[in-house]
């Protein structure tokens, strides 16, 4: 199984923008259902966004909304996270994952079978 690849994280100062990718192949290709989330040290991973296949529906964890956004290439499945306005508290390590569909909880972790390695997010005050 190739895996979700993140990329396009950083490090920036508070109030900047960053544009993560999620890069899907192989299996991931086929599933229905992708999601970002992010785990900051010896915290628990949180899940923040979640969005159907090729639908215009996204959901939000009330920690990020209006400040990212998610968004999909359909033709590849690649999906974005666009963030802005970050804040310190938004540093950590961010994570793409997919699953074949987006039943129960899309914002619990355990619920996806497919993750990228992930990709670094610092923001400084």
């Known amino acids: 199984q190739v895996p979700l690849v993140e990329s396009g994280g950083g490090s920036v100062q508070a109030g900047g923008s960053l544009r993560l990718s999620c890069s899907a192949s192989g299996n991931t290709l086929n599933t229905n259902c992708f999601a970002w989330f992010r785990q900051a040290p010896g915290k628990e991973r949180e899940g923040l966004s979640f969005m159907y296949n090729g639908d215009s529906r996204r959901y939000y964890a009330d920690s990020v909304k209006g400040r990212f956004a998610m968004s999909q290439d359909s033709a590849n499945k690649t999906v974005y996270l666009e963030m802005t306005s970050l804040k310190p508290e938004d540093t950590a390590m961010y994570y793409c994952?997919?699953?074949?569909?987006?039943?129960?909880?899309?914002?619990?972790?355990?619920?996806?079978?497919?993750w990228g390695q992930g990709t670094q997010v610092t923001v400084s005050s």
């Open positions: 994952a997919a699953d074949w569909f987006c039943g129960g909880n899309r914002f619990a972790a355990r619920g996806f079978n497919y």
